[in-house]
């Protein structure tokens, strides 16, 4: 079974600098896609960046990017020039493309803080 | 074009009441899946429909728990007899369906259920 572990469950910046939020994965596919999803307190899943597994170069979203380590079943995600709205727990999150339909599977979560 | 929609948006129940929590997916979207978020935990998932059909209900409760998504109207996940341990906020997901690969999952706001 697949399993997805945020080994941070709470982390803080600064206004205007980057921080690095940590996600690793278990499974034994090689065909599939990972996630990172922001949820502020309004609790609306928004997703912030999609990295598919075949495509070895990193994903990047505006402030956003991944460094995926496919190897390494690492998948960290990069907010620089960190502001306000971007305070929220964070969800790194896994889905198989073996079998179209499939559920995503989710981390515990990153509780990020942005202090100004 | 309106996203997924969830109604309603906060329930309270007592111990013992059925909860009726609905979902209207995108338009031209003919999947739809049910996710658990328990306080301070991540999505955990629970069902996958299609019209008409159940796909997968292995992240279902075996008792008091059902979901239904009919040829007309929306999905119904339904709660018989609540417990305190059923408060939770419960999230909807819809895609399009496409052969092979992966259909990206669109959520709504989520049902907030309060169990008193």
């Known amino acids: 079974a697949q399993t997805v572990t945020q080994s941070q469950p709470e982390m803080s910046v600064q206004e205007a600098e980057t921080v690095t939020l940590s996600c690793t994965y278990d499974t034994s596919e090689s065909d599939y896609y990972l996630f990172w999803y922001k949820q502020p307190p309004s609790r609306q899943m928004i997703l912030v960046i999609r990295q598919e597994a075949y495509k070895q170069q990193n994903a990047t979203e505006n402030r956003f990017s991944v460094n995926f380590q496919k190897a390494a079943k690492s998948f960290s995600l990069k907010i620089s020039d960190s502001q306000l709205g971007d305070a929220a727990m964070y969800f790194c999150?896994?889905?198989?493309?073996?079998?179209?339909?499939?559920?995503?599977?989710f981390g515990e979560g990153t509780q990020l803080t942005v202090n100004p | 074009n309106a996203g997924v929609m969830q109604n309603p948006r906060h329930l309270v129940r007592r111990r013992g009441q059925e909860a009726r929590l609905r979902c209207s997916p995108m338009?031209?979207?003919?999947?739809v899946y049910w996710y658990r978020q328990l306080p301070e935990e991540g999505l955990k998932f629970m069902v996958y429909?299609?019209?008409?059909?159940?796909?997968?209900e292995s992240g279902m409760p075996k008792e008091r728990f059902s979901a239904e998504f009919p040829k007309e109207g929306p999905s119904i996940l339904r709660i018989q007899q609540v417990v305190r341990g059923d408060s939770a906020a419960y999230f909807c997901a819809s895609s399009p369906w496409r052969s092979g690969g992966y259909n990206e999952q669109f959520f709504g706001p989520g049902t907030r259920l309060t169990v008193l």
């Open positions: 338009k031209g979207h003919s999947h």
């Open positions: 429909l299609q019209k008409e059909n159940i796909i997968d």
């Open positions: 999150a896994y889905i198989t493309v073996e079998t179209s339909g499939s559920r995503l599977t």
